[in-house]
């Protein structure tokens, strides 16, 4: 009777462990390697739009520096890269128009570096609006795309990179290198949170494209 007992036991256990959240978890659905691709490059393009942002205030604020001109040309090839990466998802048009928002974005951040730099208050909260306004642009653009990204998200994420580039200036020009530290790390940080949620609207937007092989 026992070993009938026993027996029995062992026939139950398979359905009991299919039932079992580590079995549950197994038959979840594996990321598939181009979404693990798309992710991972997307993350890196964004991740050099922070580097080489943060390059060219240290350029534009080092006195003697001389690949400034270098730098913003390397730096506006990111914003073209940024806008190719999204084509195969909002085509050629979608793309260019990203690029276009983001080179802006540039634009308007080294004409801040350069106001702040020689003393002009004034200028510097013009061009901060302008900058807020580019940033709302952009936004709009991102949430009116894909139905995953609500604007006012983005909007705050967009305002919360503004805010740590302007750290990472300000501390430049007082040479508060601890500070400037903080805000570039926290700049990085920051842009990896920003670009997974683009990303993660991005492949639920486009499932088929993110199919396991």
């Given at each position: 009777m026992k070993k009938l007992l026993i027996m029995g036991f062992m026939l139950l256990l398979p359905l009991n462990m299919a039932s079992s959240p580590i079995s549950a978890a197994a038959q979840k659905?594996?990321?598939?390697?181009?979404?693990?691709?798309?992710?991972?490059?997307?993350?890196?393009?964004?991740?050099?739009?922070?580097l080489?942002?943060?390059?060219?205030?240290?350029?534009?604020?080092t006195a003697g520096a001389e690949d400034q001109k270098q730098v913003m040309a390397r730096?506006?090839?990111n914003q073209e890269d940024i806008g190719n990466s999204i084509k195969p998802y909002?085509?050629?048009?979608?793309?260019?128009?990203?690029?276009?928002?983001?080179?802006?974005?540039?634009?308007?951040?080294?004409?801040i570096v350069?106001?702040?730099?020689?003393?002009?208050?004034?200028?510097v909260n013009q061009l901060n609006k302008d900058w807020h306004r580019n940033a709302d642009d952009i936004a709009a653009f991102l949430s009116s795309a894909n139905p995953h990204l609500k604007n006012e998200d983005v909007k705050k994420l967009l305002y919360m990179h503004l805010e740590l580039v302007t750290g990472d200036l300000s501390a430049s020009l007082v040479k508060d290198w601890?500070?400037?530290?903080?805000?570039?790390?926290?700049?990085?940080?920051?842009?990896?949170?920003m670009t997974d949620a683009i990303a993660d609207a991005i492949v639920k937007q486009f499932p088929d494209k993110f199919k396991s092989e």
């Amino acid at each position: 009777m026992k070993k009938l007992l026993i027996m029995g036991f062992m026939l139950l256990l398979p359905l009991n462990m299919a039932s079992s959240p580590i079995s549950a978890a197994a038959q979840k659905p594996c990321i598939s390697q181009s979404q693990v691709k798309f992710e991972n490059e997307f993350r890196k393009l964004w991740i050099d739009h922070v580097l080489w942002t943060s390059n060219y205030i240290t350029s534009a604020t080092t006195a003697g520096a001389e690949d400034q001109k270098q730098v913003m040309a390397r730096l506006m090839k990111n914003q073209e890269d940024i806008g190719n990466s999204i084509k195969p998802y909002y085509g050629e048009a979608g793309g260019n128009k990203l690029t276009e928002l983001l080179k802006e974005h540039i634009v308007v951040a080294a004409d801040i570096v350069e106001a702040a730099k020689s003393g002009q208050g004034a200028k510097v909260n013009q061009l901060n609006k302008d900058w807020h306004r580019n940033a709302d642009d952009i936004a709009a653009f991102l949430s009116s795309a894909n139905p995953h990204l609500k604007n006012e998200d983005v909007k705050k994420l967009l305002y919360m990179h503004l805010e740590l580039v302007t750290g990472d200036l300000s501390a430049s020009l007082v040479k508060d290198w601890d500070a400037r530290i903080v805000s570039i790390d926290e700049g990085f940080s920051h842009i990896m949170i920003m670009t997974d949620a683009i990303a993660d609207a991005i492949v639920k937007q486009f499932p088929d494209k993110f199919k396991s092989e």
